[in-house]
């Protein structure tokens, strides 16, 4: 069993910054890609920012030059720091891996999120 446990959510005025971090545990052979992805209220769920085992990130465009994304492979942790905060980054944050366990091969796991509200 894997499991993916976000945590660092919460209210933060604009211009603030956050950090997120989730750790994944359970039956893990290796962890491919990491990635953060949100989902506002009526929206769909977008990719924030994703980083390889080789540590090559890639971002959405709202989110370039104010989000950085890393990964403690010894951790099996991913973090997402956040700055610069805008009331349009509220939303729920997700953390997703594509993994190899003990008994499956590049699957998909998904935490079950993490809260965050910017607003004054």
């Known amino acids: 069993q894997v499991q993916l446990v976000e945590s660092g959510g919460g209210l933060v005025q604009p211009g603030g910054s956050l950090r997120l971090s989730c750790a994944a545990s359970?039956?893990?052979?290796?962890?491919?890609?990491m990635g953060w992805y949100r989902q506002a209220p009526g929206k769909q769920r977008e990719l924030v920012a994703s980083i390889t085992s080789g540590d090559t990130a890639n971002y959405a465009d709202p989110v370039k030059g104010r989000f950085t994304i890393s990964r403690d492979n010894a951790k099996n942790t991913v973090y997402l720091q956040m700055n610069g905060l805008k009331p349009e980054d509220t939303a729920v944050y997700y953390c997703n891996a594509i993994l190899t366990s003990t008994t499956t091969r590049w699957s998909d796991y998904w935490g079950r999120g993490t809260q965050v509200t910017v607003s004054s």
């Open positions: 359970g039956s893990i052979f290796r962890i491919h890609t």
